[in-house]
Protein backbone atom coordinates (compact mmCIF):
# COMPACT_ATOMS: atom_id res chain seq x y z
CA UNK A 1 0.00 0.00 0.00
CA UNK A 2 1.48 3.79 -1.47
CA UNK A 3 0.36 6.77 0.88
CA UNK A 4 -0.17 10.07 -0.29
CA UNK A 5 -0.83 13.35 1.95
CA UNK A 6 -2.08 16.41 0.64
CA UNK A 7 -0.67 18.10 3.36
CA UNK A 8 3.24 17.09 3.01
CA UNK A 9 2.92 19.10 -0.44
CA UNK A 10 4.66 22.36 0.80
CA UNK A 11 2.34 25.10 1.85
CA UNK A 12 4.43 28.00 -0.51
CA UNK A 13 2.57 25.69 -3.73
CA UNK A 14 -1.05 26.38 -1.85
CA UNK A 15 -0.47 30.36 -1.49
CA UNK A 16 1.12 30.33 -5.27
CA UNK A 17 -2.11 28.85 -6.22
CA UNK A 18 -4.32 31.94 -3.99
CA UNK A 19 -2.09 34.84 -5.42
CA UNK A 20 -2.56 33.75 -8.80
CA UNK A 21 -6.18 32.89 -8.60
CA UNK A 22 -6.78 35.41 -5.95
CA UNK A 23 -9.37 33.02 -3.85
CA UNK A 24 -8.19 31.22 -0.91
CA UNK A 25 -8.42 27.29 -1.62
CA UNK A 26 -11.41 25.73 0.42
CA UNK A 27 -13.32 29.04 0.51
CA UNK A 28 -16.83 28.47 -0.18
CA UNK A 29 -19.17 29.69 -3.32
CA UNK A 30 -20.07 33.30 -1.37
CA UNK A 31 -16.53 34.52 -2.68
CA UNK A 32 -15.66 36.21 -6.04
CA UNK A 33 -15.11 34.56 -9.10
CA UNK A 34 -11.49 32.99 -9.27
CA UNK A 35 -9.18 35.55 -11.31
CA UNK A 36 -6.29 34.37 -13.50
CA UNK A 37 -4.27 37.84 -13.24
CA UNK A 38 -0.53 35.57 -14.32
CA UNK A 39 -2.68 32.73 -14.57
CA UNK A 40 0.10 30.37 -13.90
CA UNK A 41 -2.35 27.71 -12.00
CA UNK A 42 -0.52 24.36 -12.85
CA UNK A 43 0.62 24.53 -8.67
CA UNK A 44 -2.93 23.17 -8.06
CA UNK A 45 -1.53 20.19 -7.28
CA UNK A 46 -0.68 21.04 -4.43
CA UNK A 47 -4.78 19.81 -3.88
CA UNK A 48 -4.39 16.56 -5.82
CA UNK A 49 -4.04 14.14 -4.13
CA UNK A 50 -6.35 13.36 -0.89
CA UNK A 51 -5.04 12.05 2.53
CA UNK A 52 -4.37 8.42 2.09
CA UNK A 53 -4.67 7.04 -1.23
CA UNK A 54 -4.46 3.18 -1.52
CA UNK A 55 -2.59 1.34 -4.54
CA UNK A 56 -5.06 -1.39 -5.88
CA UNK A 57 -4.71 -3.94 -8.38
CA UNK A 58 -2.77 -3.62 -11.84
CA UNK A 59 -4.66 -2.62 -14.66
CA UNK A 60 -3.23 -2.30 -18.63
CA UNK A 61 -2.96 1.19 -19.20
CA UNK A 62 -4.72 1.99 -22.84
CA UNK A 63 -2.79 3.02 -26.17
CA UNK A 64 -3.66 6.08 -27.93
CA UNK A 65 -2.10 7.46 -31.60
CA UNK A 66 0.65 9.26 -30.54
CA UNK A 67 1.33 13.28 -31.63
CA UNK A 68 4.43 13.26 -33.39
CA UNK A 69 7.55 14.07 -31.92
CA UNK A 70 9.42 16.87 -32.26
CA UNK A 71 12.54 16.68 -34.16
CA UNK A 72 15.61 15.11 -32.23
CA UNK A 73 17.91 17.52 -30.72
CA UNK A 74 20.76 19.29 -32.60
CA UNK A 75 24.15 19.54 -32.15
CA UNK A 76 24.05 23.21 -30.02
CA UNK A 77 25.93 25.27 -27.54
CA UNK A 78 26.91 24.49 -24.05
CA UNK A 79 23.41 23.99 -21.86
CA UNK A 80 23.42 26.32 -18.98
CA UNK A 81 23.63 24.73 -15.83
CA UNK A 82 21.71 25.12 -12.45
CA UNK A 83 22.13 24.98 -8.70
CA UNK A 84 19.22 23.41 -8.41
CA UNK A 85 20.11 20.35 -10.58
CA UNK A 86 19.09 21.40 -14.14
CA UNK A 87 20.52 21.72 -17.46
CA UNK A 88 18.71 24.27 -19.90
CA UNK A 89 19.49 24.05 -23.80
CA UNK A 90 18.67 26.64 -26.76
CA UNK A 91 18.86 25.40 -29.79
CA UNK A 92 19.23 26.86 -33.33
CA UNK A 93 16.01 25.78 -34.46
CA UNK A 94 14.10 27.50 -31.73
CA UNK A 95 12.99 24.49 -29.28
CA UNK A 96 14.86 24.37 -25.83
CA UNK A 97 15.86 21.40 -24.52
CA UNK A 98 15.75 20.78 -20.72
CA UNK A 99 17.56 18.06 -18.42
CA UNK A 100 16.52 17.56 -14.85
CA UNK A 101 19.27 16.14 -13.42
CA UNK A 102 17.42 15.80 -10.13
CA UNK A 103 14.33 14.16 -11.48
CA UNK A 104 15.65 12.50 -13.76
CA UNK A 105 14.17 13.06 -17.11
CA UNK A 106 14.37 15.05 -20.13
CA UNK A 107 12.14 17.17 -22.34
CA UNK A 108 12.38 19.24 -25.19
CA UNK A 109 10.32 22.78 -25.13
CA UNK A 110 8.76 23.79 -28.89
CA UNK A 111 9.30 26.52 -30.53
CA UNK A 112 7.61 30.07 -29.82
CA UNK A 113 7.78 29.55 -25.94
CA UNK A 114 9.89 31.04 -23.53
CA UNK A 115 11.12 28.57 -21.27
CA UNK A 116 12.53 29.85 -17.56
CA UNK A 117 13.97 28.41 -14.21
CA UNK A 118 13.45 29.57 -11.20
CA UNK A 119 15.81 33.22 -11.27
CA UNK A 120 18.15 31.79 -13.80
CA UNK A 121 19.98 33.28 -16.17
CA UNK A 122 17.38 32.89 -18.50
CA UNK A 123 15.00 34.28 -16.69
CA UNK A 124 16.87 37.68 -15.70
CA UNK A 125 17.33 37.76 -19.48
CA UNK A 126 14.03 37.31 -20.35
CA UNK A 127 12.85 40.56 -18.90
CA UNK A 128 15.24 42.12 -21.22
CA UNK A 129 12.77 40.45 -25.06
CA UNK A 130 10.89 42.30 -26.92
CA UNK A 131 8.19 40.02 -25.58
CA UNK A 132 8.60 41.21 -21.83
CA UNK A 133 6.74 44.88 -23.02
CA UNK A 134 3.62 43.04 -22.82
CA UNK A 135 2.32 43.40 -19.12
CA UNK A 136 0.61 40.23 -19.32
CA UNK A 137 4.46 38.29 -19.48
CA UNK A 138 5.77 40.98 -16.88
CA UNK A 139 3.37 39.47 -14.18
CA UNK A 140 4.09 36.02 -15.22
CA UNK A 141 7.84 36.63 -15.03
CA UNK A 142 6.85 37.98 -11.85
CA UNK A 143 5.08 35.28 -10.29
CA UNK A 144 8.08 33.26 -11.14
CA UNK A 145 10.22 34.64 -9.39
CA UNK A 146 9.62 33.70 -5.51
CA UNK A 147 9.02 30.17 -6.69
CA UNK A 148 10.55 27.24 -5.33
CA UNK A 149 13.10 26.08 -7.74
CA UNK A 150 12.90 22.61 -5.97
CA UNK A 151 9.52 21.68 -6.96
CA UNK A 152 8.78 24.48 -9.91
CA UNK A 153 11.47 22.88 -11.93
CA UNK A 154 10.27 24.57 -15.24
CA UNK A 155 8.18 27.54 -17.12
CA UNK A 156 7.45 27.52 -20.49
CA UNK A 157 5.48 30.76 -21.34
CA UNK A 158 3.42 30.83 -24.78
CA UNK A 159 4.57 33.64 -26.68
CA UNK A 160 3.33 33.62 -29.88
CA UNK A 161 1.59 36.40 -31.29
CA UNK A 162 -1.70 36.24 -30.54
CA UNK A 163 -1.71 33.87 -28.00
CA UNK A 164 -1.92 36.08 -25.31
CA UNK A 165 -5.54 36.83 -24.70
CA UNK A 166 -7.40 39.30 -22.46
CA UNK A 167 -4.12 39.21 -20.40
CA UNK A 168 -3.89 35.42 -20.24
CA UNK A 169 -1.04 33.56 -20.97
CA UNK A 170 -0.88 30.45 -21.92
CA UNK A 171 1.68 28.51 -19.80
CA UNK A 172 3.25 24.87 -18.99
CA UNK A 173 4.80 24.25 -15.59
CA UNK A 174 6.69 21.46 -14.67
CA UNK A 175 6.42 20.82 -10.60
CA UNK A 176 7.55 17.89 -9.18
CA UNK A 177 7.04 16.59 -5.56
CA UNK A 178 9.97 14.17 -4.70
CA UNK A 179 8.11 12.74 -1.49
CA UNK A 180 4.80 11.62 -2.87
CA UNK A 181 4.03 9.53 -5.88
CA UNK A 182 1.07 8.24 -7.59
CA UNK A 183 0.21 5.10 -8.44
CA UNK A 184 -0.56 4.83 -12.97
CA UNK A 185 -1.34 0.79 -12.36
CA UNK A 186 -5.06 1.84 -12.35
CA UNK A 187 -7.17 4.60 -12.72
CA UNK A 188 -7.69 4.90 -8.34
CA UNK A 189 -5.62 7.14 -8.01
CA UNK A 190 -5.77 9.40 -11.04
CA UNK A 191 -9.59 9.78 -10.14
CA UNK A 192 -8.91 10.52 -6.56
CA UNK A 193 -6.80 13.57 -7.70
CA UNK A 194 -9.40 14.39 -10.10
CA UNK A 195 -12.13 14.76 -7.54
CA UNK A 196 -9.96 17.14 -5.16
CA UNK A 197 -9.47 19.64 -8.12
CA UNK A 198 -12.92 21.38 -7.71
CA UNK A 199 -11.75 22.22 -3.97
CA UNK A 200 -8.82 23.75 -4.76
CA UNK A 201 -10.39 26.34 -7.54
CA UNK A 202 -14.26 27.54 -7.59
CA UNK A 203 -16.09 26.81 -10.35
CA UNK A 204 -14.11 24.13 -12.04
CA UNK A 205 -15.35 21.13 -13.73
CA UNK A 206 -12.96 17.76 -14.41
CA UNK A 207 -13.71 17.17 -18.01
CA UNK A 208 -11.24 14.24 -18.20
CA UNK A 209 -9.23 11.29 -17.07
CA UNK A 210 -7.56 9.02 -18.41
CA UNK A 211 -4.53 6.64 -18.12
CA UNK A 212 -2.17 6.29 -21.46
CA UNK A 213 1.65 6.33 -22.25
CA UNK A 214 3.69 7.52 -24.80
CA UNK A 215 4.54 6.60 -27.88
CA UNK A 216 7.77 5.29 -26.33
CA UNK A 217 5.76 3.46 -23.67
CA UNK A 218 6.14 5.61 -20.24
CA UNK A 219 2.89 5.62 -18.31
CA UNK A 220 0.99 8.41 -17.59
CA UNK A 221 -1.90 9.76 -16.53
CA UNK A 222 -4.04 13.21 -17.66
CA UNK A 223 -6.87 15.16 -16.14
CA UNK A 224 -8.32 17.55 -18.54
CA UNK A 225 -10.59 20.11 -16.39
CA UNK A 226 -11.94 23.99 -17.05
CA UNK A 227 -13.39 27.16 -15.25
CA UNK A 228 -14.54 30.78 -15.61
CA UNK A 229 -12.01 33.53 -14.15
CA UNK A 230 -11.08 37.25 -14.81
CA UNK A 231 -7.53 38.34 -16.14
CA UNK A 232 -5.99 41.20 -14.74
CA UNK A 233 -7.76 43.32 -17.68
CA UNK A 234 -10.89 42.54 -15.59
CA UNK A 235 -11.65 40.19 -19.12
CA UNK A 236 -13.48 36.99 -18.11
CA UNK A 237 -11.86 33.69 -20.00
CA UNK A 238 -12.80 30.32 -20.08
CA UNK A 239 -9.62 28.51 -18.77
CA UNK A 240 -9.00 25.11 -20.37
CA UNK A 241 -5.97 22.91 -18.28
CA UNK A 242 -4.51 19.72 -19.40
CA UNK A 243 -2.55 18.03 -16.22
CA UNK A 244 0.17 15.14 -17.28
CA UNK A 245 0.89 13.09 -14.21
CA UNK A 246 4.48 11.05 -14.50
CA UNK A 247 6.09 8.72 -12.04
CA UNK A 248 9.59 9.56 -12.05
CA UNK A 249 12.53 7.99 -9.72
CA UNK A 250 11.42 10.01 -6.97
CA UNK A 251 8.64 11.00 -6.38
CA UNK A 252 5.71 12.58 -9.39
CA UNK A 253 6.10 15.26 -11.81
CA UNK A 254 3.00 16.85 -12.98
CA UNK A 255 3.69 18.98 -16.21
CA UNK A 256 0.51 21.00 -16.62
CA UNK A 257 -1.07 23.15 -19.60
CA UNK A 258 -3.13 26.19 -19.18
CA UNK A 259 -4.59 28.29 -21.76
CA UNK A 260 -8.00 29.24 -22.95
CA UNK A 261 -10.84 27.44 -24.46
CA UNK A 262 -10.68 29.36 -27.56
CA UNK A 263 -6.79 28.25 -27.75
CA UNK A 264 -7.08 24.60 -26.61
CA UNK A 265 -6.88 23.45 -30.21
CA UNK A 266 -4.38 25.43 -31.35
CA UNK A 267 -1.83 24.96 -29.02
CA UNK A 268 -2.59 21.51 -26.83
CA UNK A 269 -0.86 19.75 -30.51
CA UNK A 270 2.22 21.39 -29.22
CA UNK A 271 1.83 20.22 -25.57
CA UNK A 272 1.00 17.12 -26.82
CA UNK A 273 4.06 16.55 -28.88
CA UNK A 274 6.26 18.01 -26.20
CA UNK A 275 5.01 15.47 -23.79
CA UNK A 276 6.37 12.73 -26.86
CA UNK A 277 10.02 14.02 -26.54
CA UNK A 278 9.89 12.91 -22.88
CA UNK A 279 12.45 10.46 -21.63
CA UNK A 280 13.59 9.16 -18.01
CA UNK A 281 17.21 9.91 -17.49
CA UNK A 282 19.74 8.26 -15.86
Not at 34 to 44: K, Q, Y
Not at 240 to 248: N, R
Request: net charge negative.
Amino acid sequence: MIKFRAQTFPATAILFLSVLACVLPGQTASLPAPTADTVLLATIVAETFSAVIQETANAALPLIESTPALPPPAETPTPEASASGSMLTKRDDGTTFFVDQRAQYEVTVPSGWLALRVNEQEYLEAWTLAEASDPAIQRSLTAIQNQDPDQSRLFALDTQDGHIQGGFVTNVNFFWSEQDGISLDNDADLKEAAASLPNAILGLEVLTTELSQTASGIPIGIITSTWRAATADAIEVTIFQKQVYIKVSAGTLVITLSTTDELKDTVTPAFDGMIETFAISN
